[in-house]
Every structure is written in C-alpha cells, then in structure tokens.
T-cell receptor, first 111, second 118 residues
C-alpha cells in the first residue's frame, strides 16, 4: 500500500482563522476523496476530485487536486467550531481499485 | 446519519471471550467493508464483500472472522483477541462499481464499535 501523508497531523486554531491541510504522495491517483469524521461517528464524504488541477468549493471549504494527481489540499476559510473533526484523505490508485488512506488531520477550532 | 448502523457501539471483552459486531445498511448497496481505526494510524481495510462474496482479506488474523449473510448485513466475529486489537471498528457500504478501475464511489460509514480488549 502506497503511503499517503497528511499534514499537519494536529491543528488547533481559533474561530475565524484560516487553515490548509495537505495530502501528499509519490504515487499518481485516479481520484481522491476527503472525509470528515466527528467524534463518535464514522467518516462522512466531503468531496471527490478526479481531474488534475481540479478545484472544488463547498461553502467555506476549498479542495484542490494537484496537477500531477499526486497531492491535494483542503483550505478552510474562517473556521468555526463545527469544523472540528478528523479530516481524512483517501485516494484510489490508478493501477487498480485499491484505496489508500491518509493518517488524518485532527482539527480543533476553539470558540 | 449515513444509513449504516453498527451494534454494539461500545464493547469490552476479555481475551478468551467470543463476541460479534453487527453492521446493517438498507441503502441498496452491494459492497460492504470492515475497517480498523487505531489512534495515529491510517484506516486499515480488513475485509471487503461484494454481492455477499468476500473479495478481499488484507492479511487479517484468523481471530477475526467476517460473515455476510446478505447484502444488507455484515458481521465480524471475534475470538481470543489481543489487547492490541483494541480499536474503533468501522463498517462501510458503497454502491456497485467501487471495485472497477474507473470508479470512485462514496463509502458510507457507520458510527463504529469502540472495542476494548482487556
């Protein structure tokens, strides 16, 4: 299984701040998904990106897939306490159907 | 609420116990999965069932035994577990097509069972 590195692993910020989470690999992926997992719950899909250079926006969240489809970023503008959770990137390898999971970024937004 | 339910939500068991985890979905999905989530580690895919047939077993120890009697139900039978097996066990389902080369279907996760092995 190819390693999918997420950074930072932990992030604690104040409400209203902006932040960016990164997901990087040396492998090329056919698609990449971002999930958010809140305490006591399972991960929930936020977005899927499939085209190199693709940018998707979901309210205050902006997702980007790298041109080479090896990396992705998630930017949150004016973070709110409700954004608190574990953000996971999950990528599908181009060579098959296997999914690769990042370790996750634990985000805490303090009021 | 994703439509995937798991029971129990919490389980404490000794190393000699036998217990089972249950997962249920009525979303019409044909693929179901068991994952292990440990602190500071990526999600580990354990088993994949597609149309009730096991299509993937990621070198999981035999003390974990999955069962998929139909497309809506998935079980994980536990026997003689070790303390290092303590983790959150997540079940997920997805619509048909995830296992094809070009698909990237969403996985719907249950809330998980928090397992503690004493």
């Amino acid at each position: 299984t190819q390693l999918l590195e997420q950074s930072p692993q932990f992030l604690s910020i104040q409400e209203g701040e902006n932040l960016t989470v990164y997901c990087n690999s040396s492998s090329v992926f056919s698609s990449l998904q971002w999930y958010r997992q809140e305490p006591g719950e399972g991960p929930v899909l936020l977005v899927t990106v499939v085209t190199g250079g693709e940018v998707k926006k979901l309210k205050r969240l902006t997702f980007q897939f790298g041109d080479a489809r090896k990396d992705s970023s998630l930017h949150i503008t004016a973070a709110q306490p409700g954004d608190t959770g574990l953000y996971l990137c999950v990528a599908q390898e181009t060579s098959g159907s296997r999914l690769t999971f990042g370790e996750g970024t634990q985000l805490t937004v303090n009021p | 609420e994703t439509g995937v339910t798991q029971t129990p939500r919490h389980l404490v068991m000794g190393m000699t116990n036998k217990k089972s985890l249950k997962c249920e979905q009525h979303l019409g999905h044909n693929a179901m999965y068991w994952y292990k989530q440990s602190a500071k580690k990526p999600l580990e895919l354990m088993f994949v069932y597609n149309f009730k047939e096991q299509t993937e077993n990621n070198s999981v120890p035999s003390r974990f035994s999955p069962e998929c009697p139909n497309s809506s139900h998935l079980f994980l039978h536990l026997h003689t577990l070790q303390p290092e097996d303590s983790a959150l066990y997540l079940c997920a389902s997805s619509p048909p097509g995830l296992l094809s080369l070009s698909s990237y279907n969403e996985q719907f996760f249950g809330p998980g069972t928090r397992l503690t092995v004493l």
